[in-house]
């Protein structure tokens, strides 16, 4: 059975048609990319995986059952946008998570936050972007999740942030779980994918795995993703 | 060490060669035991997807085999590793000798100047 099965989804706002006919699927155990320009549908078809909007058309089923309580309760999410209350102190906000998440590993968030030299007495809203960032990533990570779902993880990282947001996903999810990563920023991140999806105008275009891919076409993933979609 | 990687290549494909590389120079040593796939993965800084697939090439070659639930091993045939450094050294050869003779050079003056480096 499919961790993820996204049967002939579609979405629309106010007679727009954002999602055409969307089928995706993905098994346990991968780091995938939803690459797509700006607008693509990426960031919507994150949040109807999440049960934050309902479909028009079509279905979504996590682990053979529709989305919905139970589905939230595996997938650890990384919005594109903050949620955190940031008077909060970074201590807070790990006994908030650990109140409200089963599968969160308190101990292996303290353990990445020392590994980042971060006082958990300081408030979020003290600390650099970068540094929220970071913060919320290793809260997402903590989780023992089937999915990992994260929303343009390195908008406006730094390059070292970035490498460090990397490494952080490497070496924190296990063979069991996937990660799904939306991305415009395409050659920073194509190193660590097993497979692709790219997105384009509400539709799938592609769905392929990453060597694969670069092997067929002689190109790194970012090239072959300009050439498809030159703007 | 820091890991490059060309993102127009496959990336297994990248390990392997790597890999090859710490085989013929002895990092890893005939029967001697590897590192798991998660820290290989970790010391690359790459999917450990992707290193399964380049180790399980390097299987396919026989320049590594699994014992059973216990991981994976350098082969013991030294002669197998020998003759992947043979090709290695052949083809640094040729590429010396083809980047000379582009300089208008032969191969008994090439090697001549070989004999002068340290």
New interface residues.
């Given amino acids: 059975m499919e961790l993820v099965e996204i049967k002939h989804l579609s979405k629309s706002f106010d007679n727009k048609e954002i999602l055409k006919d969307v089928n995706i699927s993905i098994s346990s155990?991968?780091?995938v990319g939803l690459l797509g320009k700006n607008g693509a549908g990426k960031t919507t078809i994150i949040k109807l995986i999440n049960d934050l909007l309902t479909p028009t058309s079509g279905e979504i089923l996590i682990k053979g059952k529709k989305v919905g309580v139970e589905s939230k309760k595996i997938i650890s999410y990384l919005p594109e946008r903050t949620y955190l209350n940031k008077q909060m102190k970074v201590s807070e906000v790990i006994s908030y998570f650990k109140d409200f998440y089963d599968d969160f590993d308190d101990n292996k968030a303290l353990k990445l936050l020392e590994a980042l030299d971060l006082s958990v007495d300081q408030k979020l809203a003290k600390m650099s972007k970068g540094m929220q960032e970071k913060v919320q990533l290793v809260l997402v990570m903590s989780r023992n999740a089937d999915l990992y779902i994260l929303d343009e993880p390195l908008g406006g990282v730094d390059p070292a942030t970035r490498d460090y947001i990397?490494?952080t996903i490497?070496?924190n999810f296990n063979?069991d779980a996937s990660v799904i990563i939306s991305t415009h920023l395409i050659?920073d991140i194509?190193?660590?994918?097993?497979e692709v999806i790219f997105i384009d105008r509400g539709q799938v275009i592609l769905q392929s795995d990453?060597?694969?891919l670069?092997?067929k076409e002689?190109?790194?993933?970012?090239?072959i993703f300009r050439r498809m979609f030159r703007c | 060490m820091e890991f490059t990687f060309d993102n127009n290549l496959p990336i297994y494909i990248q390990l392997l060669e790597y890999m090859k590389i710490y085989l013929i120079s002895g990092v890893f040593k005939c029967g001697e035991k590897l590192p798991s796939v998660r820290d290989f993965a970790n010391t690359f800084k790459v999917n450990p997807n992707t290193m399964q697939k380049a180790l399980a090439e390097l299987e396919e070659m026989k320049l590594i085999y699994t014992e059973r639930t216990n991981g994976k091993y350098v082969t013991k045939d030294e002669e197998l590793i020998n003759k992947l450094k043979d090709e290695y050294a052949i083809a640094l050869a040729k590429s010396y000798f083809q980047g000379m003779k582009r300089i208008g050079l032969g191969k008994a003056d090439s090697i001549k100047y070989l004999e002068g480096i340290e």
């Fill in positions: 155990g991968k780091i990397l490494d490497l070496s063979e050659s194509e190193r660590i994918l097993d990453a060597d694969t670069r092997n002689k190109a790194s993933i970012d090239e």
